[in-house]
Structure formats: structure tokens, C-alpha cells
């Protein structure tokens, strides 16, 4: 299983910036998810969506961030928008099914002026 993300880089705050997760499996059987972890702080949930499609957020990206996926590419993005100095982390992708966990190697995005 190979999840790889792409899409990092530097951006000005009010800025915005799509993250891509390709998939070497069939997503449509996961439940996928972004995750981020920022300097010093634990990983942690920032979207996710289920195999039906439904998402959730974490609060502090709440109508910031979309997450959608393409089942017949078997990609996941992260759209952002309003990106926020606390926004800088390295991102990863998740895909999850039956407990079983895949991680990808993570994008690095950094929000600077």
C-alpha cells in the first residue's frame, strides 16, 4: 500500500493551497483522512471522509478546509483556504479499513510572511 501526498509549500497567511493523496488501493474501500502535525505538537485529525462520503472536521479548519476524494482516481485532496501561520505542519494522509492503518510520507507546509 502506498499513499503519496503532494501539494506542499510556502504560502503567505490568507493563502491557499490543495494537497493531493494518491492511492496504490482502491479508496473507495477506506475511510481516508488528513492528518497534520505541527512543530512540537502531537499528530493529529485535521479531515476526514468515510466510504459513503460523509467528512469531518477538526474545529479549528471548520470552513477552511474541504476534504473530497475521486474514487475512479483513487486520489484525496485537501483544499485550504485562509491559511493561518498555525496552519504550518507536515501533512499526512491516512487511508483506514477493518483497523488496519496506511500513512503516507507526509507534505510539508509552511505559512509565512
Known amino acids: 500500500v502506498q499513499l503519496v501526498e503532494s501539494g506542499g509549500g510556502l504560502v503567505q497567511p490568507g493563502g491557499s493551497l490543495r494537497l493531493s493523496c494518491t492511492a496504490s488501493i482502491n479508496i473507495f474501500s477506506f475511510n481516508m483522512g488528513w492528518f497534520r502535525q505541527r512543530p512540537g505538537k502531537v499528530r493529529e485529525l485535521v479531515a476526514s471522509?468515510?466510504?459513503?462520503?460523509?467528512?469531518n472536521y477538526a474545529d479549528s479548519v471548520k470552513g477552511r478546509f474541504t476534504i473530497s476524494k475521486d474514487n475512479t482516481k483513487n486520489t484525496v485532496d485537501l483544499t485550504m483556504n485562509n491559511l493561518n501561520l498555525e496552519d504550518t505542519a507536515v501533512y499526512y494522509c491516512?487511508?483506514?479499513?477493518?483497523?488496519?492503518?496506511?500513512w503516507g510520507l507526509g507534505t510539508q507546509v509552511t505559512v509565512s510572511s
Open positions: 471522509i468515510s466510504r459513503p462520503g460523509g467528512t
Open positions: 491516512r487511508a483506514e479499513a477493518e483497523l488496519r492503518y496506511y
